[in-house]
């Protein structure tokens, strides 16, 4: 990986609100709102557990009850459209349509507006096998290392497009100098070294929530 990547990886893995991403992503992918209530439950966590670790991504969309309609993967309609089992959804950034299928263990199909052109851009992506689709075969996709962790939103998703092709993500390039343009391919290589730095992280900490110094293949 270049040092951008790099540095991307390990601040995304260190965010705060990964402990609770994958719950809330496999309740959200259902289609509907997600009540506090919910995301403790699948989470294993108080409700006030929970608001003090959402209270730290203020990027959280909620409806006007109260629910959860939005952490990477939303309810909201945004450039990035995101079908997965049967349901039609978006994420924040084109990153998330390539971390999501791993994360909810599901096929997912994407299609996405390029800033620049307003192409669409077609992407299939399988749980397991990767990228398996992408139209047009010459789409990239724009990375920057995230500045401001506490609005992760503001600072990397709204920089993070897929592109028609390197011609196409060119004018944009030239006003982001700091970002980098991979292949489709390449971004969801580095957004499996991220996956596996996630997966990692949150099971560390739910061990010291629960003052248990190992995993729940040793202690039982």
Known sequence: MTPLTTDLTDRLARSEETALLVPLLRLLVAGDPVTIEQLATATALTADEVRTRLAASPDTEYDDQGRIIGQGLTLRPTTH?????????????????????????????????????GDTIRVTVDSTAGVTSVEPATAVVSLVSPEAMHSIRSSFCNQVHYFASREDAAGWLTEHPMAQILTV????EVGSTLITEMLERPRTGADELSGSCCGPETCC
């Open 81 to 117: 459209r995101f079908t997965v089992a049967g349901e039609e959804l978006y994420t924040w950034c084109a990153f998330d349509t390539l971390i999501f299928p791993t994360l909810l263990d599901r096929p997912a199909r994407v299609e996405s507006i390029s800033p620049a052109s």
């Open 185 to 188: 391919a390449d971004a969801f």
